[in-house]
């Protein structure tokens, strides 16, 4: 049986992100393909695409030259394409067997006995009459390939499918899906894991702002360069700062950073140490998804974790929240700025009420004060060059760019000490990146530090002066900018060692 | 094909119009059952609306009823403003009439101005402790506040039964459930001679500017509606979660409480099992109704207020049973959303495309 898989000129454009833009590939059987790329790059919607959840604006897929139409999950199906995705559908109370026989047209003896088979055939150890809830994420898993194989599919996609999975789970996956690819079956695997991809892939597509940057055998790639095609290697347009602070005073020092997490989806940190000097801007690289999130909400007191040490200033602030943190003068912009640095529903003044610095003076006695928060807004709106000065306005009206300028201006305009910011300019256009770029350049210039979370190399090497890696959790050494190159980042990325 | 598509720019002024809309809806819907039932539509929503206010005491009686109605809506809008969602409040309004009756019987025979306050502020403790219980569970051991609120309104209630029945039954009262009628010292004064309207409205009215106030002019009524919009950003600004969580369940208790009080304290005068006509479920409609703004509260206590009023009048001219009262609450309910579902989404039937066939 052999299955070739093509799509040709698809784009999905969402309301001021181009998800995909003319995107043409094309599979056969017997093969395993990645399908790698950043957080944002379009690789989901392409997926989405392939099992009838979203329908392209324009562009054809083909199934064994014929053109389908994938107008719903249904049809997917229909035509058999399997999709496992990132996070299980399946009801956690009921059996497994009842989860398998949910959207199956078979009879429950005809369905036992396939399910069987399944089992015998690819070893896989799961009792059918136990709550799903009682099984590991491994597990859980393999019930959603085995609802897939039910239906004989001629293609099965598999979503970020080791997020959730440790070391021996993700090798028993391997191994099945080697198996699968060995029975005709085209298998397409989403992944930012560069190192997976060269262990269990034939052929890789690199994704990136929706676009596909490359196409190639994995035998001719390595982890440097993939890495590089997927966070991009353009450095020809950077321009150095100059920074007069380099051995002033120390402002921040981490130690013992550690985090555990019950949470399956969230990365667990393990013994971060570091420290950040007056006017210094400190670039923590690494491909999404290897703990900048957790560390994000740890330096700015959302999260607060038990043994951390934290000293800004040589006072203890582990154990403050964001509100008294603020207090010290440190500011945060977090990644996510529609649900969390901001309020959509909210109006612009009242977004900027939201961070509330005590020299502001927005609360007096607990009452708002209405007006100085919109004077401040003013301010803020014509320093930062928002393209609006109506402050009554809901920030939902915001492009993505002006709401960023935003929100780094409401965090920016106290003259806050130290900036933490994730993924500042993500999802923006090039006006605002440089804008943005250019603001944070001028606070280091002006004395100020910030600590630079960023998944977008060419960024952390334009605006840090010092640079490490976080990769699964931990921290790489800290390097000057003037010693990393994009190979060196792009090794350590990948979680290999530079001597 | 029928597609459902969000609606991304909302005028204020149509979330304002959109209950008005629903209470025209109601009417119609109500004029149709009456129809059916077989009476003159136009003539029964007169007996029904127009009727019981068409005179001093029908106004009187419909401000009796909008009093504890508006009072509790108001203390929910709290809760419901930051996604709390307290469904006790029939609760609390009892267990506050319990404490508040309580010290009314503790009472009983003195005289002096100091009585009644004592007791209102019993009443307003009393429904704020038990509004705390769902609180409590809820930020210290993750309890789901609706189902624990509303549990809570069944232990109230067996509570109040077994009060008037047993230990504060009146003595002289030949076994009927109902405790003694409190001394006059302990009764809410009314405004006007013959009429039932008591002092009440006052407490009503200024817990409603108050919490205008808090809601719109202070940082704690800012952080409430921050976080009822999206606890991430509530969480990276740096409120305190729980601490709010409690507050808001002690300000809405508290008016519960407030209301029971109100009821025994004034047109009651005893505790017995029926203190409240479900007063604390209606309140929630009352609240949704009223847009969970102070002044669309007032308005909506009114109108609700006023579907208790026409149900006797409609029992008494009409002979249908009073539950129709609470065949036009569902009705007010049920328009609302409806209508709030048209004002966030709109429909589209979209042709099938030839290629789709």
Redesign the interface.
Known sequence: MNTKLRVSEISKIYPGCVANDEISLEFGSGKIYALLGENGAGKSTLVKILSGVVRPDKGEVFLNDKSI?L?SPLDAKKNNIGMVFQHFNLFETLSVFENLSIDSDKKNEELRLSVNNILKKYNFKIDLDIPVLNLSAGQKQKVEIIRCLIRNPKVLIMDEPTSVLTEQETEDLFVSLKQFSDEGILIIYITHKLKEVLSLCDEVAVMRKGKVVSVSETKEEKIETLANKMVGENLSTIKKKINNFKYSEEILKISNLNFRSDDPYETNLINLNFSLKKGECLGIAGISGNGQSELFQIL???IITEYTSIKFRDKEISKL??????EYLMA?S?E?RI?????P??KIY?NV????FKSSNF?EK???NEKKIKEHSKKILSNFSVNTDNVEMKS?FLSGGNLQKLIIGRELITSPELLVCFNPTWGLDVGAINYIHETLININEQGKSSILISTDNDELLKLSDRICVIYKGKLSKIMDVNEVTPEKLGILMGGGSID | MIKIEKRNDVSPSIYFLTPILAIFLTLFGGGIIFYVLGFNPLEALKFFFITPISDLYGFSELLVKATPLCLIAIGLSFCFKSNNWNIGAEGQLIFGGIVGGGVALLFYGHDGFYVLPIIILAGAIGGMIFAMIPAVLKTYFNTNEILVSLMLVYVAKLLLDYLVVGPWSNPEGFNFPETRQFSESARMPTLFDGLRIHAGIFITLITVFLSWLILYKTYLGFQIKVSGLSLKTAKYAGYKGKTMIIIVFMISGACAGLAGVGEITGPIGQLHRNISPDYGFTAIIVAFLGRLNPVGIIFASLIVALTYLGAETAQIFLQVPKYTGQVFQGMILFFLLGSDYLLFFKIKFLGLKKNEL
Do not use: H, I, T
Request: no cysteine; hydrophobic share 30%.
């Open positions: 139409k107008n700015s007191g959302e929240n964001p509100r008294e943190r603020r945060f977090p996510d649900s969390q640095a901001a309020v529903e909210l009242e009420a939201l961070n509330n609360f607990g009452l708002v939902q």
